[in-house]
């Protein structure tokens, strides 16, 4: 651990592993070619692997790591052609500030689980309805009945979950309604958000982004995503509207996630959709850009139901949660 530095402003437990991450690899701490897996990483900063997940996508859209043919990232730009290291992480001594080191173990019991509790839940949720009991669940984690109460009330908080009329914990089912109404909303904030942005966004990562998609680099869906809400939309200075952003995001991002996990194909229009949205904003038409992202949002409602479609004939997969039981 390093000497203290100015106190970091407030931020979500994937952006702290994210600074911690760049900052070794910035520093050569992390040498090209270290493979990087999810969970050294998350035992490292003790965490669940959903915010390390997060972490490292946020990481490969800044072209700071890459996927290769073996589990995890390599350090590197991609087509660096550097050879896998295989070592322990904890074995490099990563400088961590004293006040990052804090903010990542500084947080109660219940938020230490809660990441993956839902993960867990929201990729379900294709799946059709399921019943959470507060035992099996405590049982699961390992923690007090408090705990899975305290992470129940925050699940219900975020619209993951609900109480039926028997005050059974219920996740699911995320029907076709759902996915239109969530994606109109979506058509609605997000383009305001990025009105809203103006000269905050990041327009020196936007132009990294045009740049890697114009010369036909393939980046995944999610990462562009991602990018945009990190660097144009969350620049908003509506600090509420970024959370309602966010929170409507979450059930779609997760059943996206959990259909590819399914094997189904990625949507390869999208790439060049993406292109067009970050060719517009490098040349700081912002209103346009808010146009074509309301567009676009609109037409993927009905991709989003065509996907969902194809779980019916689909069998249920057998790695969902034990604590979450089908009605």
Not at 274 to 302: M, N, Q
Request: proline fraction near 5%.
């Amino acid at each position: 651990m390093n000497a203290r530095s100015p106190q970091p402003p407030m931020q979500k437990r994937y952006e702290l592993i994210a600074g911690v991450l760049r900052l070794n690899i910035t520093t050569g701490k992390l040498p090209a070619g270290f493979v990087l897996v999810e969970g050294p990483i998350a035992e490292l900063m003790q965490s669940s692997r959903a915010p390390v997940q997060a972490a490292l996508r946020i990481l490969e859209g800044e072209n700071l790591i890459h996927r290769f043919a073996g589990r995890g990232f390599l350090v590197g730009p991609k087509g660096s052609g550097v050879p896998p290291i295989r070592q322990g992480i904890r074995d490099l001594d990563l400088q961590i500030s004293v006040e990052i080191d804090e903010a990542l173990q500084s947080r109660g019991t219940w938020e230490l689980v809660y990441d993956r509790v839902e993960e867990q839940v929201a990729s379900c949720l294709i799946f059709g309805e399921f019943r959470i009991v507060e035992t099996e669940l405590g049982d699961y984690l390992g923690v007090s009945r408090t705990v899975v109460r305290d992470v129940l009330s925050r699940l219900h908080e975020r619209g993951l979950i609900r109480k039926n009329q028997s005050s059974h914990w219920i996740a699911g089912p995320l029907t076709a309604q759902m996915i239109r109404e969530k994606l109109a909303v979506r058509a609605i904030l997000e383009p305001a958000a990025l009105r809203l942005a103006g000269a905050a966004i990041n327009y020196t990562e936007v132009e990294t982004l045009r740049v890697r998609l114009a010369a036909g680099e393939e980046i995944e869906g999610e990462i562009l995503e991602a990018a945009l809400m990190e660097h144009c939309i969350a620049r908003t200075p509506n600090r509420e509207l970024v959370g309602l952003i966010g929170n409507n995001q979450l059930l779609l991002t997760a059943a996206n996630r959990a259909l590819t996990g399914l094997g189904l194909p990625r949507d390869r229009v999208e790439h060049g959709e993406y292109r067009t949205l970050f060719d517009l904003l490098s040349r700081h038409l912002v209103d346009s850009a808010a146009e074509y992202l309301e567009g676009r949002l609109r037409i993927l409602a009905e991709k989003s139901l065509a996907r969902l479609k194809i779980v019916a004939i689909i069998t249920q997969p057998s790695d969902i949660a034990p604590f979450l039981t089908p009605k």
